[in-house]
T-cell receptor, first 115, second 110 residues
C-alpha cells in the first residue's frame, strides 16, 4: 500500500484566497483525521471522520475551515478565506479503529504558507 | 494548562549517549500512551505504545509510564545520528482521539 497520500505537498497563497487540501487514506481504514502542526501549538486535531461521517469537529478553528469526506477514499479540508495565521503543516492520518492501541498512519503533510 | 506537556528542546547529545524524553499529563483517564517519531519534513510514525503503567522495551527503546505521577518517559540507549528527529508523546483514554504533546526535537551528533 502507498500509505496516506496528501496533495499538494506545498501551497503558497495570498490572504483571502481559497485553499483546498486533499487526502487519500489507506484502503480499508475506517477513520480519517485532519491535524494541523505549528511550532507554537504542536499537533492539533481539527476533525475526524468514521466511515465518511464527521464525528468530532471541535478542533476546527472557525467557520472558515470546512472538511468533507464524500467517499471512503477521499477527503478535503478547505479554508475560505485564508489568513496568514493559517500558515502551518496540515497532516491527514488514517486508522483501522479508534481504540487506544490503534496506530494512526500519517501522510507526508501539506505545507501551507498564506502571505 | 495543556492536557499534555512536553519540553520542546532541542536536546543535543553525542552519539552513544542515553536519551531521556518525558511528558506529563493532567487527565487521569488516559490509559494508552504512545510515542511517535517525526523526521524532518515527514509525517509522524508510531514508535511504541504502552497500556496503563509499566515498562515496555523494543530494542534500544524503552517506554515507561507512571500513572501515579502522570508522567511518561522514552529512553533511547546507544543513541545514533539516525535517531535525530522530533519525538511526540500521545495519549488516549481508550476509544477516543489521541492528544499529542508538542514534541521534543532531538539531535544526536557523531
Amino acid at each position: 500500500d502507498a500509505g496516506v497520500i496528501q496533495s499538494p505537498r506545498h501551497e503558497v497563497t495570498e490572504m483571502g484566497q481559497e485553499v483546498t487540501l486533499r487526502c487519500k487514506p489507506i484502503s480499508g481504514h475506517d477513520y480519517l483525521f485532519w491535524y494541523r502542526q505549528t511550532m507554537m501549538r504542536g499537533l492539533e486535531l481539527l476533525i475526524y471522520f468514521n466511515n465518511n461521517v464527521p464525528i468530532d469537529d471541535s478542533g476546527m478553528p472557525e467557520d472558515r475551515f470546512s472538511a468533507k469526506m464524500p467517499n471512503a477514499s477521499f477527503s478535503t479540508l478547505k479554508i475560505q478565506p485564508s489568513e496568514p495565521r493559517d500558515s502551518a503543516v496540515y497532516f491527514c492520518a488514517s486508522s483501522l479503529g479508534l481504540a487506544g492501541d490503534e496506530t494512526q498512519y500519517f501522510g507526508p503533510g501539506t505545507r501551507l504558507l498564506v502571505l | 494548562q495543556k492536557e499534555v506537556e512536553q519540553d520542546p528542546g532541542p536536546l543535543s547529545v553525542p552519539e552513544g549517549a542515553i536519551v531521556s524524553l518525558n511528558c506529563t499529563y493532567s487527565n487521569s483517564a488516559f490509559q494508552y500512551f504512545m510515542w511517535y517519531r517525526q523526521y524532518s519534513r515527514k509525517g509522524p510514525e508510531l514508535l511504541m505504545y504502552t497500556y496503563s503503567s509499566g515498562n515496555k522495551e523494543d530494542g534500544r527503546f524503552t517506554a515507561q509510564v507512571d500513572k501515579s505521577s502522570k508522567y511518561i518517559s522514552l529512553f533511547i540507549r546507544d543513541s545514533q545520528p539516525s535517531d535525530s528527529a522530533t519525538y511526540l508523546c500521545a495519549m488516549s483514554p481508550n476509544t477516543d482521539k489521541l492528544i499529542f504533546g508538542t514534541g521534543t526535537r532531538l539531535q544526536v551528533f557523531p
